[in-house]
């Protein structure tokens, strides 16, 4: 029987910020898209089981513990296999490419390092997703390609293997001090294998490049080790050719086990955008926030009415959803959804994201161009016939359009930023009509968004449901953290939207949001509740609401989109960028606190 997917907890990513791999603990490896991290999955056992595509190599024997970490603050997953026989270690990585000039590589290493242990490995490829079983071909005693259609897989390694029931697998042991490599590279078919590399010149390479990398990070936060981590972990969703960040390195992970809400994350959000941007900077990351600007700009560029909500990689524009009917979904949660429909979706906040990130880089210190300001400008322009529509909000909702809350609130970030731009930097622009239109959008949003007998504002104009991302109200400097509207709308989702101690991002079974079931708490959310209470003075509720955050982390400190509290386990894609990014940022609003001395 088809082994089943581990818990998504379980699981590690390495990665050359390019694409990603997820590893388990038992050594299998149950994800992988090659080349690029929105390219089919030669592995995708982890949406569905191993006969999709895994690679494990774990001990023979079933009483085996294991020790993971990474090495160090690098990539690098280092997993222990210990027995009374032996005890050895498996080293996974991803070489970073040589700007395109070096293939894609996923290297294993197996050290010994005490008696003898005798290991396993099963190598199952399947192109497309887990459909295509490719043709394999042995070249000489140490080198196996795989061949489907375009896509090209060799492995090289001096370990004997054979071809069994349409698997490749080998049986070997391990003894102290002695090293097996298994280099898996990537090629197009049309090309020839990439040549031999050494695996373990490549492992020094890939841990002084982490190491460089994050000696880089300036260690003024609270708890600097776990905002490491999260700094890793975004670097490692950075796809480095363009500078995109994608949400996640998977797709179709479910929000809730066995439920609908299955989407691909493999893309670039604008809404994610101001939050990254600060969160790169003022760790020290100038050059990554330099990339991820740069690549806002190039894709919101053209006619501001065709902007959308995410974009590819490359800034791609057509991310057509289609259905995967084939895999049975991650422990049975179906659809699984490859593309995402809601890249077409009318939502006005990222108006605002893209001109409160382009405001933040400047005030950072990443001059604006001329190009940038006069996008920005074309924007406002369109807003300001279209601030009144309604949309489908922040979270994608895919049932009717509605007038939300915090959509006009970022109507209203874009005009404001616009203003200081202007005021700030010396660029020309309309101000007055700007200043005018903001004035509009705040009155109205006072008057249509909150709802006086709740004391709260609300998720959408005439409705008294209520949404997380009001939280952010005077994080965006809407209105004041002493205002008494804010005040009771923190108050209101405390006792609304947190049945567990963590915050719903509004109330799945009641709003009409298109989608059948629930959803897991989203952990970005509860960071911003983190960032409301140092705003308003609760400065001992911040800190035990951040250290419950942190330990949901798993073993390796890695997020996914959501937590579902009763059962305590991680769901949604995994690693999640937003959730380590508001980790990030709370970690450095505790820290500015504490420096204040209040």
Known sequence: MPSPPSRIED??????????????????????????FDSDACFAALLGGSDNGRWIIAPTDPAVQIERRYRGATLILETVFSTAEGEAALVDFMPLRDSGAAPPLLIRIIEGRRGRLRFNTELILRFGYGQHVPWVTSLDPQTLTAIDGPDRVTLRTSVALRGKDLRTVGDFAVDAGTTLPFVLSYSPSHLLPPPPIDAQAALAETEAFWEKWTGCYHRQDARPDAVARSLITLKALS?????????????SLPEQIGGPRNWDYRFCWLRDATLTLLALMEAGYHDEAHAWRDWLVRAAAGSPAQI??????????????????????????????????????????????????????????????KVGWNMQRAFLRHLEEVWQQPGSGMWEMRGPPRQFTFSKVM?????????KSAEQFGLAGPIDQWRATRDEIHAEVCAKGYDAAMGSFVQSYGSTGLDASLL???????????????????????????????????????????????????????FWLVDAYVALGRIDDARRLFERLLGLRNDLGLFSEEYEPTSKR???????????????????????YGKSGA
């Not at 699981?11 to 898209?33: H, K, P, Q």
Request: aromatic share 8%; net charge negative.
């Open 239 to 251: 796809y480095r050719p363009t500078g995109g960040i994608v949400a996640a390195a998977t797709t």
């Open 308 to 369: 959308q909500i995410m974009y590819g990689i490359a800034g791609e524009r057509r991310l057509l959803e289609w259905e995967a009917d084939w895999l049975p979904g991650y422990e049975g949660s179906r659809p699984v959804r490859i593309g995402n429909a809601a890249h077409d979706q009318v939502q006005l906040d990222v108006f605002g994201e893209v001109v409160d990130t382009l405001h933040q880089a400047n005030c950072c210190g990443l001059k604006a161009n």
């Open 11 to 36: 699981y590690a990513m390495i990665g050359d910020c390019e694409t990603a791999a997820l590893v388990a603990r038992n050594g299998s490896i149950d994800w992988l898209c090659w080349p690029r």
């Open 411 to 419: 109507c209203w970030v874009a005009f404001d930023r616009a203003v």
């Open 472 to 526: 952010k109200l005077s994080t965006v400097g809407f209105l004041p953290a002493s205002d008494p509207r804010v005040r009771g709308t923190v108050e209101a989702i405390e006792r609304h939207l947190m049945p567990d101690g963590l915050v719903l991002r509004y109330d799945a079974h009641t709003a009409d949001d298109g989608l059948a079931g629930g959803e897991g708490a989203f952990l970005a959310c509860s």
């Open 570 to 592: 991680q769901v949604g894609n995994f690693p999640q960028a937003f959730s380590h990014v508001a980790l990030v940022n709370s970690a450095r609003n505790l820290a500015r």
